[in-house]
Nanobody
Framework: QVQLVESGGGLVQAGDSLRLSCAAS????????MGWFRQSPGKERKFAAA????????VYADSVKGRFTISRDNAKNTVYLQMNNLKPEDTAVYYC????????????????????WGQGIQVTVAS
């Protein structure tokens, strides 16, 4: 059983930056592709970014491409989401997720494929 704990959220102004972290425990972190999803009030959870277990492959939603960067440190069992030039529409609860996969470069935007989820962390961007 893998536990995921997000941190780094908060209230920022439009144009600011934040870095989210997701610390994993209870499993072999390097066996998992990782993803970040987000959910705004009254809306469905949406994909933001994903990274393969080798970190050699990343995928981004069009809405965050060029502003967000996903990365991971397998030695620290942590995945990060660097968010730059934040916009009010980025306001959401952000979730990290883990997918156990044999594929070194595999990652996916499909939430149904992920095995474990964090509890989520609020990011609020004021205009």
């Amino acid at each position: 059983q893998v536990q995921l704990v997000e941190s780094g959220g908060g209230l920022v102004q439009a144009g600011d930056s934040l870095r989210l972290s997701c610390a994993a425990s209870g499993g072999t972190f390097s066996s998992y592709a990782m993803g970040w999803f987000r959910q705004s009030p009254g809306k469905e959870r949406k994909f933001a970014a994903a990274i393969s277990k080798s970190a050699g492959n990343t995928v981004y939603a069009d809405s965050v491409k060029g502003r967000f960067t996903i990365s991971r440190d397998n030695a620290k069992n942590t995945v990060y989401l660097q968010m730059n030039n934040l916009k009010p529409e980025d306001t959401a609860v952000y979730y990290c997720a883990a997918l156990k996969t044999a594929g070194l470069e595999y990652c996916t935007l499909d939430a149904n494929e992920y095995d474990y989820w964090g509890q989520g962390i609020q990011v609020t961007v004021a205009s």
